[in-house]
């Protein structure tokens, strides 16, 4: 798990719940972890398929999970096709993917990125952050 600063990452800004307290944000944050790897690697989405099914099994429950893209163009055609053949993105209830914008240079382009999203996800998986 990564330490996390409410004011850092401007939750109390955007929140449409009001203000965090230090209780429910420490609550939230407890959940909340990053994993540094080699897009490249298979092993790496193996890796992160059985952290989160060790999660849910020690939470006891199945959690939602969500794949926030960041990345260069090109990287989205690397890590995306690996999340889906790792399984990772299969439960339509529970899996999603936040793409960052910008989303290509242009409407040809933005196409091309979206080709891999719709081989592995549905619509109701994707989410792009406003431009």
Sequence with gaps: MIGLDV???RVDEFSQRGRSTGDAWSSFAAHVSYLAADFGDPATFK???D??????KEWGALSSHVVY???LPAV???IVPQLGQGDLLRDRERCR???E???G???ASALELNRPLMTVLEESQIYQTPA
């Design 7 to 9: 004011q850092e990452l």
């Design 47 to 49: 890796a992160l398929g």
């Design 51 to 56: 952290r989160l099914a060790a999660q849910d």
């Design 69 to 71: 893209q960041a990345t």
């Design 76 to 78: 989205v055609e690397l």
């Design 97 to 99: 993917i936040v793409m």
């Design 101 to 103: 914008k910008p989303f």
């Design 105 to 107: 240079r242009d409407l």
